[in-house]
């Protein structure tokens, strides 16, 4: 069975920068898509930000040029660099590895 752990977040001021990391058990990882969800307040659960087993990467209008996806396969993990945060970026981030999900980890950005 496969587990994803997340780890990162936390709390940070507008403009601020925060990482996630999110690590895969399985020996598959190099594989399978991996990348970001993430609910916001009263929201529906978004894609975030994914990266494809070639390496090519997709992400949201609204954190383009802000978030970087990147991937270790060697490592299997998957990270998200978030920079320039707002407001609007607080809410519960999920990784995903293909089919399966981490837990959520609470991303908190304030004025």
């Known amino acids: 069975q496969v587990n994803l752990v997340a780890s990162g977040g936390g709390s940070v001021q507008t403009g601020g920068s925060l990482s996630l990391s999110c690590a895969h058990s399985g020996s598959a990882f190099r594989l399978l898509t991996a990348g970001w969800y993430r609910q916001r307040p009263e929201k529906q659960r978004e894609l975030v930000a994914q990266i494809f087993v070639s390496g090519n990467t997709e992400y949201s209008d609204s954190v383009k040029g802000r978030f970087t996806i990147s991937r270790d396969n060697t490592k299997s993990v998957v990270h998200l660099q978030m920079n320039s945060l707002k407001l609007e970026d607080t809410a519960v981030y999920y990784c995903?590895?293909?089919?399966?999900w981490g837990q959520g980890t609470q991303v908190t950005v304030s004025s």
């Open positions: 995903f590895t293909g089919t399966t």
